[in-house]
């Protein structure tokens, strides 16, 4: 992506504007934009009163890990108009000029070539820079995973899996493990206070669940209609229901009383070493709504929750600065650990959640358009951009700290909505886990050989939503829920080693999903309070 145009001393104000259009269509932060302009400035200033020339071109440049560069090019005699200069001191005309330059000067490159000077200005990255790098670290663990299954034999793999894949990536999710209840607790009261009144956190609160349980109940229902689409014909039989069928799948009874029981917590203590996110969500909104209520008696409070939520943040864009690594590692895991047969057999599964989700993006447009009202073309031309981390992670929560920063700088939302609904999100929106598990399920009860009525999918679709709902949080849970809706017909779990390499792929997209309905139903909701920059959304 390029743009090109010429400086010189008649047309030098008016293409400054031009420069400023030109850096914000590479999505350039604004400070990044200033600066650049200033630079550019005091370097044109220079090629021409001391370098000679008569005219600059100036050409902005976007590499494909979206870092923009400024490039200068004046032909002249040979003139480095960054040099450096020490001995200046403030009564010289030219001092806050220089100081601009020696205070960028890691960001600033000379060099001559044909005749002609040549500055180069680093300008920052945009704002999908760090999607490129994952979709960059995902292509290579690929074919480097690839590349290992044709030149090492099974034991060396095994050895490099084992002892550095997979204690990197343990190691990875244990950091983010300790920080996410924290942050979540933080950015939730952070989000309240900056809403005001109680009555706004409970009619913005009110609006956001009704709006995630609507979604899943969407999303419920369109993967069991594609489910359906997909496996109405003949399926290959993999095995049939034991006479007297017993199997080891315990369970899981969902109770609506117990679900809202258990969201109180009994201590402080136990929801953050206990990881129980929904009782961090009640314990956050609780604290949140009394810092309201008492107002300016507890300034220090807020001012102490503020730099809180400020400083964990801080603490996981730390971490999450190794998602490239992590991606890179977990695709040579999936590519070795996977075979043909089972890349054959998951296809149909993948099929039917990328025609469910293409679905639910369109249900996403719609609520934009008319609950929102606002055009959903930027949300969809831009939703790919916060698709990497999740594909890499396979974590809504590993992804939150760049689904917030998504929704902030590329979306226009305000903090105010973005720190409070999204983590609320991350636990109760599962869109992508309501897609998949009905097309799971419905594949495995046409290979077992279970007739599948009306009576069967009405089943199917309660007890995805139910689980959907009050998910607990235990590893693999997908897998869980289809092997325990399986065994009500009667299915065995000889299938449950497939199902879990199979989530190696299904899950990445589950939780794709996962954050997409978050951030559409957080830009639909940040509309409807006047929280939206309009000039950010639309750029």
């Known amino acids: 992506m390029m743009n090109s145009f010429t400086l010189t001393a008649e ?217 359906w689409l997909i496996f109405s014909g003949d399926v290959p039989q993999i095995g049939a229901i034991p006479s007297s069928s017993t199997t080891d799948v315990k369970g899981y009874d969902f109770s609506l009383v117990q679900f809202i029981v258990d969201i109180v917590p009994n201590n402080l203590i136990s929801p953050v070493t206990d990881g129980k996110v929904l009782q961090i969500i009640f314990l956050a909104v609780l604290f949140g709504s009394c810092l309201n209520v008492l107002g300016d008696k507890v300034r220090l409070l807020q001012e102490l929750v503020s730099n809180g939520n400020e400083f964990f943040m801080k603490v996981v864009s730390m971490i999450v600065t190794f998602v490239p690594l992590i991606a890179f590692l977990a695709m040579i895991n999936l590519v070795v650990s996977i075979g043909v047969d089972v890349v054959l057999t998951m296809s149909k599964l993948v099929a039917g959640q990328l025609i469910g989700g293409s679905t639910m993006l369109c249900v996403y447009a719609l609520i934009i358009l008319f609950v929102g009202k606002i055009s959903p073309l930027p949300f969809l031309k831009k939703i790919y951009e916060v698709w990497a981390t999740p594909l890499a992670t396979s974590s809504s929560a590993v992804s939150m700290p760049f689904t917030m920063n998504f929704c902030t700088k590329r979306l226009g939302i305000s903090p105010k909505i973005t720190s409070f609904s999204i983590p609320v999100g991350t636990t109760v929106n599962m869109d992508g886990g309501s897609l998949y598990m009905p097309v799971a399920v419905m594949m495995l009860l046409k290979m077992y050989g279970v007739e599948v009525d009306w009576n069967t999918m009405l089943i199917i679709l309660t007890t995805t939503l139910s689980v959907s709902v009050g998910a607990p949080a235990v590893p693999n849970a997908s897998v869980i829920f289809i092997l325990m809706v399986v065994a009500m017909f009667g299915v065995p779990n000889d299938f449950a080693g497939v199902l879990f390499c199979l989530a190696t792929i299904c899950d990445r997209i589950v939780t794709c999903f996962n954050v997409t309905g978050d951030v559409a139903v957080t830009t639909a909701l940040a509309r409807t309070e006047n929280l939206l920059d309009k000039k950010i959304y639309f750029s």
């Open 11 to 227: 047309n030098f104000s008016d293409t400054k504007t031009q420069l400023q259009r030109c850096l914000s269509s590479l999505n350039v932060a604004d400070k990044d934009s200033l600066r650049t302009e200033l630079l550019v400035e005091e370097i044109f200033l220079r090629m021409t009163n001391h370098g000679g020339a008569e005219r600059v071109d100036v050409r902005a440049v976007k590499n494909f890990f979206g870092k923009v560069q400024v490039q200068m090019t004046a032909a002249g005699v040979a003139y480095n108009p960054i040099v450096e200069v020490t001995e200046l001191t403030e009564d010289d005309d030219d001092y806050y000029a220089m100081m601009i330059l020696k205070a960028n000067r890691r960001r600033l490159n000379w060099h001559r070539n044909q005749n002609s000077n040549i500055v180069t200005i680093d300008v920052g990255n945009d704002g999908t820079s760090q999607m490129r790098l994952l979709m960059a670290a995902i292509v290579g663990g690929i074919v480097c995973g690839f590349a290992m299954k044709e030149f090492l034999s099974p034991e060396t793999i095994a050895f490099i899996t084992e002892n550095f894949v997979a204690p990197i990536q343990t190691m990875f999710m244990n950091a983010l493990g300790m920080i996410i209840a924290p942050m979540i607790f933080f950015s939730i009261i952070s989000g309240i206070t900056g809403m005001g009144a109680g009555a706004s956190v409970g009619k913005v609160g009110s609006k956001l669940i009704g709006m995630y349980l609507s979604t899943t109940a969407i999303a419920s229902c369109v993967g069991l209609t594609v489910a």
